[in-house]
């Protein structure tokens, strides 16, 4: 089985951006320029996060994916403010192939059953942010690390799955946009009480820590802070990956039109 | 121009398609008018979710006669992903539920179980590697589709079993089991994976069979 890379896209409003710990964003560029980048240097999916969305109530990512989506032909997820049937809709009618959802669903649980039911498991991906504890295990947070949910991560996402969730996207606020690598124990928690794909984020800056990632039994691996800001390119790291042995998509740049 | 024609039938993933095809070349035409069906020269299904509500979906636009109807003339028709499992007799999602029946077998979950013994995590999301099925000597329109294995992107929880072999014309692996990839018989074609969604693999199998199919 190939595990995918996927390229991290947090975007508020016009510009992509990148903290450090869910906090100090700074502009890292165009949110679609960047994605044609990634999917020309063969990133196997693309994530868009809004990432003020749930503050005001509504994701502003259609306009970015409709036109991302044109042109781009690798499945695209999209998350943020999602907090209905409606708003979930808005976002595949324009090119999302998912949409992951964790405020809401951590206010009313429902929502995860009623959008996998409506559009099918494949389509739900329920997102977590979490932070270790001084005692032991991770909490689970919304709005970027700010609020806390009084719910456990690990139970989170089980309880997530059990709902029909198709997919759980992990995002360790403690290591996100450090580059010291993933949170290696909560990664292997998660993949082990669930039996539904599991996509780590937060904290790859190079080969090794992907690697390291992967040995952990996650299906994918978001990377954000390094490849936006060039200290990592997709196409080293996947050569990496195959001489390291570790099955992934074939892909070379000669593949693109004109490439 | 090809007079290209993709369902309209409100279960998902038009717009890529669409997108995909416009991409290389072609302008698709939306709609779920039964005239604009029948003078097609080609047909393409899409769709995700559950298969029972993209049969209800197709009954309600009666769609489902529509399409059995345009299969019996002979030009081509291409499933993605629910649109190549409606064209199964039966699926057992959620229920039995009835297909099209335009390819005998059935659609059934996909076991959760690597062969190692290992939990097999489920559904399928993953760009895997398919190859041909089928002795290189068939002469369909889209005999040669698989002739080079490539990777493409799946995302599913059941597959096609269909009840004749030679109706499976391409297969992954998943767990060390072998996935049913890609199904035909005469002029109907189906695939699990997402070619829209396979980078420029998947447009380049797309071109293919438009090209071939309208030839």
């Known amino acids: ?259 | 121009m090809v007079n290209l024609v993709v369902i309209d039938y409100g279960i998902g993933n038009v717009f890529s398609v669409c997108n995909a095809l416009k991409q290389i070349g072609f302008e698709p035409k939306l709609t779920r008018d039964p005239e604009t069906i029948r003078t097609a020269d080609m047909v393409i299904l899409p769709g995700v979710g559950a298969f029972s509500r993209a049969m209800e979906n197709l009954r309600e636009f009666g769609l489902d006669v529509e399409i059995a109807a345009y299969a019996k003339t002979g030009k081509p028709l291409l499933g993605i992903c629910i649109g190549m499992q409606v064209l199964m007799d039966l699926s057992t999602e959620f229920g039995n539920h009835a297909g099209l029946g335009l390819i005998p077998g059935e659609v059934e979950r996909i076991k959760p179980t690597a062969k190692s013994g290992a939990v097999l995590r489920i559904p399928h999301i993953a760009w895997s590697q398919v190859s041909s099925a089928t002795a290189p000597s068939s002469q369909a329109w889209y005999g040669q589709a698989f002739r080079t294995p490539a990777h493409y992107y799946f995302v599913h929880s059941f597959m096609a079993y269909p009840t004749d072999a030679d109706h499976a014309l391409a297969t992954a692996y998943y767990g060390g089991h072998k996935i049913t990839a890609a199904v035909g018989l005469d002029n109907v074609i189906g695939v699990q994976f997402h070619p829209e969604r396979s980078g420029p693999a998947g447009l380049k199998l797309l071109k293919y069979l438009v090209e071939t199919g309208t030839k």
């Open chain 1, 1 to 259: 089985m190939s595990v995918r890379l996927i390229s991290r896209l947090d975007v508020k409003m016009s510009h992509l951006i990148k903290g450090v710990q869910m906090e100090g964003w700074r502009k890292m560029g165009d949110p679609a320029a960047r994605a044609r980048k990634y999917y020309a240097d063969g990133a196997d999916e693309l994530l868009y996060m809004d990432v003020v969305a749930s503050l005001y109530e509504r994701n502003n990512l259609a306009d970015i994916l409709r036109e991302v989506a044109s042109d781009t032909f690798v499945p695209i997820t999209v998350g943020g403010g999602i907090n209905s049937l409606a708003s979930a809709k808005t976002l595949l009618d324009v090119g999302a192939d998912k949409v992951a959802v964790n405020t809401a669903a951590t206010k009313r649980p429902e929502l995860l059953n009623e959008i996998s039911d409506t559009y099918g498991s494949q389509a739900m991906v329920l997102s977590v942010e979490a932070k270790r504890l001084s005692g032991g295990g991770w909490t689970a947070m919304t709005d970027n690390g700010r609020n806390h949910t009084g719910r456990d991560a690990i139970e989170w996402i089980t309880e997530a799955a059990e709902r029909g969730v198709g997919e759980i996207l992990i995002t360790s606020i403690d290591r996100d946009g450090v580059g010291k690598g993933m949170d290696l124990n909560l990664i292997s928690a998660a993949t082990q009480a669930v039996s539904v794909p599991v996509i780590a984020s937060g904290g790859v800056a190079n080969l090794d820590q992907v690697q390291a990632a992967i040995a952990n039994g996650v299906s994918g691996v978001a990377i954000a802070k390094a490849i936006h800001n060039d200290t990592l390119n997709l196409i080293d790291l996947r050569k990496g990956l195959v001489d390291a042995g570790v099955p992934t998509r074939p892909y070379s740049k000669q593949e693109m039109p004109g490439g």
